[in-house]
């Protein structure tokens, strides 16, 4: 069964920093694109970066950028993202989601097949 | 960027309706368009990918249809357990991946 189990939300004050963890287990983690993806309060999703399985493509939305970094241990199947500089904006439920990618023919067809249960941050003084 | 833009944005249905969703994209992007189910105090889950093929587990009353700039979801005999909020997301062209903005589907 796939687990994607997040940690490390919680209240901090502006221009603070924090750092989520995801643990994954169930599914071959070293071969998997990772994402996370937030949702503030009231409102709809938002996608936050992507790092793929190897590391070696990074990628961030705008709103993020120069801010967090997103990073992985395939070690131990571990997926983090690292905070600095948190906005009242960045206050949401932060999702740590797997992403597939669905093969046929000379297509594929990528999607985001598994979430984590979410971790809080709220960035408030 | 590509904009996603749902409607309607709330809809209100009886349980046994039928109800479409559409998910309109300000360029084309092919088939790579997903459909996710969220309820609140629950991770998202998803339904649809390739804009119509449906994921392992879904019920078969839901389904997917679209290509290019326009797509669809429609659930058929609605039941107690569909009254969420359904998000469609492009993964065509990135970054960023881009969710509409949400349908909410509430009880008549």
């Known amino acids: 069964e796939v687990q994607l189990v997040e940690s490390g939300g919680g209240l901090v004050q502006p221009g603070g920093s924090l750092r989520l963890s995801c643990a994954a ?14 949702q503030a309060p009231g409102k709809g999703l938002e996608w936050v970066a992507y790092i793929y399985a190897d590391s070696n493509t990074i990628l961030y939305a705008d709103s993020v950028k120069g801010r967090f970094t997103i990073s992985r ?13 948190l906005r009242a904006e960045d206050t949401g439920l932060y999702y740590c989601v797997r992403w597939n990618g669905y093969c046929s023919g000379d297509h594929c067809y990528p999607s985001f097949d598994y979430w984590g249960q979410g971790s809080l941050v709220t960035v408030s003084s | 960027d590509i904009q996603l833009t749902q ?5 209100s249905a009886s349980v046994g309706d039928r109800v479409t969703i559409t998910c309109r994209a300000s360029q084309g992007i092919s088939r790579d368009l997903a459909w996710y189910q969220a309820k609140s105090g629950r991770a998202p ?3 649809i990918y390739g804009a119509s093929i449906l994921q392992r587990g879904v019920p078969s ?13 429609t ?10 909020t359904y998000y469609c997301q492009q993964l065509h062209t990135y970054p960023p991946i881009t969710f509409g903005q949400g349908t909410r589907l509430d009880i008549k």
């Open chain 2, 45 to 47: 889950s998803l339904l």
């Open chain 2, 75 to 84: 659930i058929n005999n609605l039941q107690p357990e569909d009254f969420a």
């Open chain 2, 61 to 73: 009353r839901f389904s997917g249809s679209g290509s290019g700039t326009e797509f669809t979801l």
């Open chain 1, 25 to 38: 287990s169930g599914f071959n983690f070293s071969m998997a694109g990772m994402n996370w993806v937030r």
């Open chain 1, 73 to 85: 241990d395939n070690a131990k199947r571990s997926l983090y993202l690292e905070m600095k500089n």
């Open chain 2, 7 to 11: 409607s309607p944005s709330f809809l």
